[in-house]
């Protein structure tokens, strides 16, 4: 028999496993069912990215391995993004480094920092790769939680003593999934001036960071004073091109950070494939022209769903970034129930709360990506299952 490792038994068990099963069953027997649930854009990807992907098969030398240096011509395109976006200079080649997505870099990173015993310090509700990642380096997580009542902001300052002697690296991501909170400047500095008094890694995952609206324009940590020394940021071409599948990111930070997180790389993967690097610059050149429309699309499918939304007897606040709606279910309403009831009796998919974490409970996500039509039928039918789910606890409370 094959016993397997006590990290791979500590891995949460994903406890959406049986919804893909339900929503087939549903669609077999004819329900018009509106997934909200993953983050995955219905937008095609650009055609420039087709274009010198396509001519990039044709090219032998694309189809070698990359290994970590990759396509030279990519860090470039990622370090010249970086300073017209931001207004800062990373070295193509000792300061930046392509990632097979962005949550590759992020799961791999505590593998460069931690040691047996040594906590990493991750937000819940968050993305599951911080988590995955920490546990699978054998790092011991403390579970951070975003609250309403703190602007879903992972508050350091609220952190044990014992865990913060401990930590070895925290992950923070604002414009936030699932929450699409954003992150004031002035927090961002307190984080970087505890994690550079502490000694602990900041991991700045920015996968959002070109998805805002109402002109609210998502920082970069590294606006913040003092952040080199202790911060890697992370930025993905997944949401902002909708390229999702195309596995394409990368990292920025200082040379002997990139360096470490190169060096467990090289043990682990040979890096992106060079023709969607090819892609990844065409894309990244262009990336204002590009991202403009996507952006004003998911702005006026976040207006539709949220006044929707209110009028089916939801409450919630309109976000000003990322391509998720967090809505709060009445108190004592279990997310996982809801979500159940809104598939099973009204055919649509959101993520319950407590899908990211026990702190998720309370909420469910959904995600804007289909059209404003469809949020619009989604909301109506949601109000239903919320209608029934108010009467059913009614009804057992009696
Ligand atoms: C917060 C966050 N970070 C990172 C990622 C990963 O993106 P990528 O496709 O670049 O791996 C996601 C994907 O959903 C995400 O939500």
């Not at 077999?28 to 995955?40: F, K, M, S, Y």
């Not at 894309?283 to 004003?296: F, G, K, N």
Request: charge should be neutral; aromatic fraction near 10%.
């Amino acid at each position: 028999m094959i016993e397997f490792s006590r990290r791979l038994n500590a891995l949460p068990g994903y406890p959406l496993a049986e919804i893909p099963t339900l929503k087939r069953r549903l669609i077999e027997a004819g329900v018009d069912v509106i997934d909200l649930g993953a983050g995955d854009n219905d937008a095609p990807p650009p055609a420039v990215a087709i274009e010198a992907m396509t001519a990039a098969l044709r090219d032998p030398a694309y189809s070698k391995y990359g290994f970590q240096q990759g396509l030279p011509a990519f860090r470039q395109a990622a370090a010249r993004w970086v300073e017209r976006r931001f207004g800062l200079r990373f070295d193509p080649m000792t300061e930046t480094l392509p990632l097979i997505g962005s949550k590759e870099g992020l799961s791999h990173l505590p593998f460069a920092v931690v040691n047996p015993g040594d906590a990493t310090i991750v937000p819940e509700p968050g993305y599951q790769a911080y988590l995955g990642g920490s546990i699978l380096a054998g790092a011991d997580p403390y579970i951070a939680p975003l609250r309403p009542e703190n602007n879903f902001l992972l508050d350091l300052e609220q952190v044990p003593e014992a865990v913060l002697r401990r930590a070895k690296l925290v992950f923070i991501n604002y414009p936030n999934n699932p929450t699409a909170a954003v992150a004031p400047l002035e927090y961002l500095e307190r984080t970087v001036a505890i994690c550079r008094r502490r000694g602990i890694l900041l991991a700045y995952d920015n996968a959002y960071c070109d998805l805002t609206f109402d002109g609210y324009r998502a920082p970069s940590i590294f606006e913040i004073s003092g952040a080199r020394e202790v911060a890697l940021e992370f930025f993905s071409l997944s949401k902002s091109f909708s390229m999702t599948g195309w596995r394409i990111g990368f990292v920025v930070g200082r040379p002997e950070l990139v360096g470490a997180l190169t060096r467990v790389k090289s043990y682990t993967d040979t890096g992106p494939f060079l023709a969607v690097q090819k892609a990844g610059v065409a894309v990244l050149d262009q990336a204002e022209a590009l991202v403009a429309p996507i952006r004003a699309e998911l702005e006026r499918r976040r207006d539709a769903a949220v006044a929707a939304l209110r009028e089916a007897g939801f409450a919630l606040a309109a976000p000003k970034a990322a391509m998720y709606l967090w809505v709060a279910l009445p108190p004592g309403t279990a997310s996982a129930a809801f979500a159940t009831r809104a598939l099973e009796q009204t055919g649509v998919v959101v993520l319950p709360g407590s899908a990211f974490g026990p702190a998720g409970e309370g909420f469910f996500r959904i995600a804007l990506t289909v059209g404003a039509d469809r949020l619009r039928a989604a909301a109506g039918r949601l109000g239903q299952a919320l209608e029934a789910t108010r009467r059913g606890e009614l009804a057992s409370a009696t």
